[in-house]
């Protein structure tokens, strides 16, 4: 690897040594839920990877899997498909960190004879942005509202293009009145979100909220948003399509009721 580091992939032995999406607290409950995910999904070709640098600290982070697996709103059948890929920090940024974590990837789709590797991009929170993989030679082959990107680096040049699912209204309209939180354990940063907009909900508005959990890739392809692993649903409408804090979901709420 050109910029000196090493990969670690997140298993039984080494999950307690490193820090999970930026967690490293072992009694945080996002961080449990998290291994347990990942040990659920390994059966599907799930790889969690911790890049390391020339002085073994943690740099880099990326989650990739066989696309029929993923956990987004895609068909992606035949490419391999990245959910999550970051630095640590703003210093081991501009460093070729983020491309030799692409061109693992690539090279895990390569051996496996697949079509290529995609990744759903957006320029807001949560996932990644476009920029590190087109220069990394992706394009864009999708896009879907507000702005979500489907990127893929072809492999088979002939290949199909992976595709959004879509019908993202008719599916957040299955979920009717009241406030719907759909969420995930793919994310750890979840875990905390759900609790503290539940919370809230019921102490400043009287609201119970239906908590709906993401238990499958099906699920997760066939939820009401591209991001798929956190959304929530009011009165009919999505009024985020990520996780939130709790400040966020009041301003959100103040405008729905008033």
């Known amino acids: 690897m050109t910029c000196g580091g090493r990969f670690v992939d997140a298993?039984?032995?080494?999950?307690?040594?490193?820090?999970?999406?930026?967690?490293?607290?072992?009694?945080?409950?996002g961080r449990r839920e998290k291994y347990c995910w990942l040990q659920a999904n390994a059966k599907f070709g799930?790889?969690?990877?911790?890049?390391?640098?020339?002085?073994?600290?943690?740099?880099?982070?990326?989650?990739y899997l066989p696309?029929?697996?993923?956990?987004?709103?895609?068909?992606?059948?035949?490419?391999?498909?990245?959910?999550?890929?970051?630095?640590?920090?703003?210093?081991?940024?501009?460093?070729?960190?983020?491309?030799?974590?692409?061109?693992?990837?690539?090279?895990?789709?390569?051996?496996?004879?697949?079509?290529?590797?995609?990744?759903?991009?957006?320029?807001?929170?949560?996932?990644?942005?476009?920029?590190?993989?087109?220069?990394?030679?992706?394009?864009?082959?999708?896009a879907a509202p507000p702005d979500y990107a489907l990127l893929v680096r072809k492999l088979k040049p002939v290949a199909a293009n992976p595709v959004f699912k879509g019908g993202w209204g008719e599916?957040?309209?299955r979920y009717g009145s009241g406030l719907t939180i759909l969420r995930s354990s793919?994310?750890?940063?979840?875990?905390?979100?759900?609790?503290?907009?539940?919370?809230?909900?019921?102490?400043?508005?009287?609201?119970?909220?239906?908590?709906?959990?993401i238990e499958s890739c099906h699920d997760a392809q066939n939820a009401p948003t591209p991001y798929a692993v956190f959304a929530l649903i009011y009165e009919g409408r999505l009024v985020a399509d990520h996780q939130i804090s709790r400040t966020?979901?009041?301003?959100?709420m103040n405008k729905c009721i008033t």
């Open 248 to 252: 966020r979901f009041r301003s959100i």
């Open 46 to 63: 799930l790889r969690a990877r911790t890049l390391l640098d020339q002085d073994d600290q943690p740099c880099g982070y990326i989650e």
């Open 67 to 142: 696309g029929e697996f993923a956990w987004r709103g895609v068909e992606a059948s035949g490419y391999m498909f990245i959910h999550c890929l970051w630095n640590h920090s703003k210093r081991h940024r501009r460093q070729g960190w983020g491309s030799a974590m692409v061109e693992a990837c690539l090279n895990d789709a390569r051996e496996a004879g697949m079509n290529g590797v995609a990744v759903l991009t957006r320029e807001g929170p949560w996932l990644a942005g476009s920029r590190l993989f087109l220069a990394n030679g992706f394009e864009s082959v999708g």
């Open 186 to 213: 793919q994310c750890p940063y979840v875990t905390k979100s759900t609790a503290e907009i539940a919370e809230t909900a019921e102490h400043d508005y009287g609201i119970k909220a239906s908590v709906v959990n």
């Open 171 to 173: 599916k957040v309209a």
């Open 11 to 29: 298993d039984r032995t080494t999950f307690d040594t490193l820090p999970c999406c930026g967690i490293m607290s072992a009694t945080h409950p």
